[in-house]
T-cell receptor
Framework: SAVISQKPSRDICQRGTSLTIQCQVD?????MFWYRQQPGQSLTLIAT?????????ESGFVIDKFPISRPNLTFSTLTVSNMSPEDSSIYLC????????????FGPGTRLTVL | EDQVTQSPEALRLQEGESSSLNCSYT??????LFWYRQDPGKGPEFLFT???AGEEKEKERLKATLTKKESFLHITAPKPEDSATYLC????????????FGSGTRLLVRP
């Protein structure tokens, strides 16, 4: 498995501001992912972050709104920009690990509330 | 379009009352089907990956099975600590490692 930490664990932010979420893994991984879990709903992939290349965004998510950095093989950040109440969600990072390298392990999540 | 449907949405069991959760899927070539457990306020906890029809995996009171169209998570003699939301996800055999999640089954086990 993998030990994944996220900062902050939760935050309450004002409309129009931005928040950067950090994800730290205890060992080097090739692929890191950012998911969103809106209240009462399941997880939706925002983007895939690979070290040394631009993040790949899913349909409905854009770089200007959710810029991602991946400076090395153990760390990534997701910024939620120009926030609105609709951005209130849990944001989770995950990494690809396992014997077959197709098992994904999740961090504890960042609970974001936008007022 | 790749899709995952879980049923029931919620399930209440008495301690010791065995049952099954269902995950139906459509995917353009399955790389793997994943089961996770999620407790309130926490990230999903990885349980199993199944790769091909007929495969089964077990962990304590949980057993996951896979067919070409669906997966079952069997819970034998559940305990209150098994109460959680159980999520199913599929990964398609293309260049992406994206997981497509179902909406989950909320399980409550009463003592």
């Amino acid at each position: 498995s993998a030990v994944i930490s996220q900062k902050p664990s939760r935050d309450i932010c004002q409309r129009g501001t931005s928040l950067t979420i950090q994800c730290q893994v205890d060992s080097q991984v090739t692929m890191m992912f950012w998911y969103r879990q809106q209240p009462g709903q399941s997880l939706t992939l925002i983007a895939t972050a690979n070290q040394g290349s631009e993040a790949t965004y899913e349909s409905g998510f854009v770089i200007d709104k959710f810029p991602i950095s991946r400076p090395n093989l153990t760390f990534s950040t997701l910024t939620v920009s120009n926030m609105s109440p609709e951005d209130s969600s849990i944001y989770l990072c995950s990494v690809e690990r396992g014997l077959s390298y197709n098992e994904q392990f999740f961090g504890p999540g960042t609970r974001l509330t936008v007022l | 379009e790749d899709q995952v449907t879980q049923s029931p949405e919620a399930l209440r069991l008495q301690e010791g009352e065995s049952s099954s959760l269902n995950c139906s899927y459509t995917v353009s070539g399955l790389r793997g089907l994943f089961w996770y457990r999620q407790d309130p306020g926490k990230g999903p906890e990885f349980l199993f990956t199944l790769y091909s029809a007929g495969e089964e995996k077990e962990k304590e009171r949980l057993k996951a099975t896979l067919t070409k169209k669906e997966s079952f998570l069997h819970i034998t003699a559940p305990k209150p600590e098994d109460s959680a939301t159980y999520l199913c996800a599929v990964q398609a055999r293309d260049s992406s490692y994206k997981l497509i999640f179902g909406s989950g089954t909320r399980l409550l086990v009463r003592p």
